[in-house]
């Protein structure tokens, strides 16, 4: 099942591993495993690819990096195959991402002794893409009526879904914007029109999905494999460049759009 109606998709990069992702679903949608329990799995699988980085198995950890963009995939389309959104699931997975995305980058950065400075500065940019990703997807997503269960602005706990309790989603809520919050407001602060009246085609929302999360674990996952280790930070660093790009394209199709004929 899609986030969007058929005539609104776009070829996503970073969405590889969701034709394993629907089949691992379709295998789990009759048993007692919940989405939740998909998102430990990743979080497993995440772990154990630190691990390998750590003792510079690099293969293995590749493997466990794709294997978590999978599972990553797969807990919300369980959700959607057993009808179960909820906002527990969707703020506790953001925060097990944007934690182990940490970790891995202090495990790269003690592994290749990078300036302590550069790996802060590469974790910056990589949630600064996956934001702008992120904020597309979503004006997208409640333009056309696709899944909604994230929101464009993330001000206020929102109302706990049949079968989570308020407490759960408003703690976890407090967490997503601390982890969020600062990453969410520089990106809206850089692009505030796109919720108004940005047109974000296809084939933009293509290249905006490099900034995906399971595209930068590919990229991670390629580099270490064919010991390009050393430069993935200061890759990621540099690859944020492009976030001026995408925004300067999104806003010149707009004011083209705009103009009479």
């Known amino acids: 099942m899609s986030k969007l109606p058929k005539e609104n998709q776009f070829f996503d990069l970073s969405d590889y591993g969701r034709p394993i992702a629907k089949i691992i679903a379709n295998l789990l949608k009759n048993t007692s495993v919940t989405p939740i329990d998909v998102t430990i799995s990743f979080i497993i699988s995440g772990l154990v690819a630190i691990f390998c980085i750590l003792n510079q198995q690099y293969w293995a950890a590749a493997f466990f990096l794709v294997l978590k963009s999978i599972l990553?995939?797969?807990?919300?389309?369980?959700?959607?195959?057993?009808?179960?959104?909820?906002?527990?699931?969707?703020y506790f997975d953001s925060i097990a991402d944007i934690l182990l995305n940490l970790l891995i980058i202090l495990a790269i950065w003690h592994v290749y002794q990078s300036p302590f400075l550069l790996a802060v500065l590469a974790f910056i940019a990589i949630q600064l893409q996956g934001t702008l990703y992120n904020y597309y997807y979503v004006i997208l997503r409640n333009k056309h009526n696709g899944d909604t269960t994230s929101r464009i602005?993330?001000?206020?706990?929102?109302?706990?879904?049949?079968?989570?309790?308020?407490?759960?989603?408003?703690?976890?809520?407090?967490?997503?914007?601390?982890?969020?919050?600062?990453?969410?407001?520089?990106?809206?602060?850089?692009?505030?029109?796109?919720?108004?009246?940005?047109?974000?085609?296809?084939?933009?929302?293509?290249?905006?999905?490099?900034f995906g999360l399971g595209f930068q674990l590919l990229i991670i996952a390629l580099m270490l494999v064919l010991d390009f280790g050393h430069f993935i930070i200061p890759f990621f660093i540099g690859y944020s460049l492009l976030i001026f790009i995408f925004m300067g394209l999104r806003k010149s199709i707009n004011q083209f759009s705009q103009q009479p004929l």
């Open 72 to 90: 990553d995939a797969a807990d919300g389309e369980l959700a959607r195959l057993k009808n179960t959104p909820s906002y527990t699931g969707r």
């Open 153 to 210: 602005f993330e001000n206020e706990a929102p109302k706990a879904m049949n079968g989570e309790k308020q407490s759960t989603v408003d703690s976890l809520f407090k967490l997503y914007q601390l982890c969020y919050g600062t990453f969410d407001k520089v990106i809206y602060w850089l692009d505030s029109k796109a919720v108004e009246n940005g047109k974000l085609p296809n084939w933009l929302m293509t290249a905006v999905s490099s």
